[in-house]
């Protein structure tokens, strides 16, 4: 009997063990729970704070997660008032960020970038220089980067697309710049279809050197023209390129 009662103030002693090793792993897991918390990215909360009220509630309620993010790009181009205040910002959020060619820097980049507003809605402006090489209407590994995240606004959004190319006044041997701006805004249309959006909501332009948004006088300015705008049917504003 004696044995019998030692084995058992034993086994009440090692208890207390149980309990304290339970209130261990509490403890830790609430410290990795405060550690996650506290790194969250403030890169994607300052772009959530972006958005209009309605969307905010729903990156603060929800979590930052990737399509949150995209239909806060999709409520801004939809307002052309908002997208217009924080078109630098925007711009930020459609080059995303991959490996540059050597010969651009994420600045310049950003200035291959082009936010306008249209009658029918807002122009997402890509130079040639981003997103073809000169004279050429092959997309670039960059420009097909930034073509994926319009693609994911896209899927976001009803608006009719317009795909229209544009080229400068330059002259190559064999080309006609009607055709080459055509055939880029192809290339463009082609890259969303491949993507799995209908063909019925898209429209393709080709403009030649006929639409420049700045005159052809320098080298600076030849860059801008040489372009492919998509064009977001979003509303019927009233106003013209700015």
Do not use: C
Request: proline share 5%; hydrophobic share 40%.
């Amino acid at each position: 009997m004696a044995r019998k009662k030692k084995r058992a103030d034993s086994q009440a002693s090692d208890a207390w063990l149980v309990t304290f090793s339970d209130l261990v792993t509490l403890l830790l897991t609430f410290f990795v729970l405060l550690l996650s918390m506290s790194s969250m990215d403030h890169e994607i909360i300052s772009r959530i704070s972006l958005a209009p009220p309605g969307m905010q509630q729903i990156g603060a309620a929800g979590g930052a997660t990737p399509s949150t993010r995209i239909k806060v790009v999709k409520e801004i181009l939809e307002d052309p008032e908002t997208i217009m205040k924080n078109k630098d910002k925007l711009k930020d959020l459609l080059l995303p960020d991959v490996n540059l060619p050597p010969t651009i820097n994420r600045k310049e980049a950003l200035n291959d970038i082009e936010i306008l507003q249209h009658p029918e809605g807002i122009v997402i402006a890509l130079t040639d220089r981003l997103v073809f090489e000169d004279g050429s209407y092959t997309l670039t590994p960059v420009a097909r980067e930034v073509l994926n995240t319009v693609s994911d606004v896209l899927n976001f959004s009803t608006a009719d697309v317009n795909i229209s190319g544009h080229t400068d006044n330059t002259t190559y041997p064999n080309v006609n710049s009607f055709e080459l701006s055509g055939f880029r805004a192809l290339s463009v249309l082609e890259h969303f279809l491949l993507k799995g959006h209908r063909p019925a909501r898209f429209s393709v332009s080709g403009y030649g050197a006929d639409r420049p948004l700045f005159p052809n006088d320098g080298s600076d300015n030849k860059i801008k023209n040489n372009r492919v705008e998509v064009l977001l049917k979003t509303t019927q504003w009233l106003g013209r390129y700015t």
